[in-house]
């Protein structure tokens, strides 16, 4: 048992994917554990080697979608729980500001990995931002390439297209599953305009969930926040 | 399980045990998805959640039966289930719960 939680511990806290399989009714020890990780290699036994194996075989699929759920084996009559556990997704905003200051710490609570990134230090600084899982001083189109998967949600909060329209352009050649931009609708419409004329599609700027955030009345800083976090649950959480 | 890590360690680093319950089946109308996890310490503390509150006072007290035998069970709760358990979900659904110590 505590040979398994610390390589499980150690899993998470790594940021490493990891399924675990439990033996929860069956020939054998209840609560016995196989574990494997997505390079192939394993850890522990359910006690039968032939059920392992068959095991092994269901649970690979399951740990590259992240899926979780209790399979039968009528031979021997074991039931088993498998369980991924995937590394929480991330939440880029761009642009330190006030409304990534509420967002960030909203996220968290969420359960988002959060970044914020900004080239102002004034934005960007420690002391804002002490909450965020990692802080990145930097341009946000150099930050962003290479970062983003199709879990990854992004905020872009400047309003400054000096900013904001070059990290526009790497998130939306992303898979990224979020995309949300701050700003009025005419700001919105003007932004589109820059972006179409720089040759991206209607398809490809419909990603783009703008004026950012759920209609819910919001005026503060915090509760633009709010209706950020809350319209990307409704997008995650959507078929 | 990720958001209960510094819980754990810190419960085990004053020397106390640990067990998790998990919700590994759902039937019907549930309040929390597979994979929702409740963790308790010998102390009798407690993180987590396997329903909407409706049956964390049963499951708190399998975990530390869990801890004394050094035995994991599963669990069933269910809206008409009063054979092994008093407690079931006031929603109507079903949920097993497996149990573990985890030390």
Redo the contacts between chains.
């Keep these: 048992?505590?040979m398994y939680?610390e390589k499980?511990?150690a899993a998470?806290?790594e940021g490493r994917a990891v399924a675990t399989a439990?033996l929860?009714?069956g020939p054998g020890q209840?609560?016995a554990k196989l574990l494997l990780w997505p390079d192939g290699s394993t850890e522990g036994s359910l006690g039968d080697l032939s059920l392992d194996t068959r095991l092994l075989a269901d649970m690979a699929p399951m740990l590259i979608r992240g899926e979780?759920?209790?399979i039968e084996y009528p031979e021997p009559g074991a039931?088993v729980?498998v369980?991924s556990?995937v590394p929480?997704p991330a939440l880029f905003m761009v642009g330190g500001v006030h409304i990534a200051i509420a967002l960030a710490a909203m996220a968290r609570v969420v359960?988002f990995r959060t970044v914020v990134v900004d080239a102002r230090s004034a934005f960007a600084s420690g002391e804002r931002f002490a909450h965020v899982d990692e802080l990145v001083l930097a341009w946000p189109d150099e930050a962003l390439e290479g970062r983003l998967d199709a879990r990854s949600c992004v905020a872009v909060l400047t309003h400054d297209p000096k900013l904001d329209d070059p990290a526009l352009r790497v998130v939306l050649r992303s898979p990224a599953r979020y995309i949300g931009a701050l700003g009025s609708p005419s700001t919105h419409a003007r932004r589109l305009e820059r972006l179409r004329a720089e040759g991206f599609s209607e398809a490809e700027l419909a990603r783009i969930h703008g004026p950012i955030g759920l209609s819910i009345g919001a005026k503060t800083p915090e509760e633009i926040a709010l209706s950020i976090l809350a319209q990307i649950v409704k997008v995650q959480r959507s078929a | 399980?990720?958001?209960y890590?510094d819980q754990?360690?810190t419960w085990l680093a004053r020397g106390e045990r640990v067990a998790v319950a998990?919700v590994?089946?759902t039937m019907g109308s549930s309040p929390r998805q597979?994979?929702a996890k409740m963790v308790v310490s010998s102390g009798g503390a407690m993180a987590g959640s396997v329903s909407g509150g409706c049956i964390e006072g049963a499951v708190f007290e399998a975990c530390q039966e869990a801890m004394e035998r050094g035995?994991?069970?599963?669990l069933h709760f269910g809206v008409a289930d009063e054979t092994a358990w008093e407690v079931g979900l006031a929603c109507g659904g079903m949920i097993?719960v497996?149990v573990?110590?985890?030390?």
């Design positions: 048992m505590a939680y499980l511990r998470i806290r439990t929860v009714s209840p609560g979780s759920r209790l039931t729980f369980e556990f929480p359960g | 399980m990720h958001e890590l754990i360690d998990t590994v089946r597979v994979g035995q994991a069970r599963l097993d497996f573990e110590p985890l030390t």
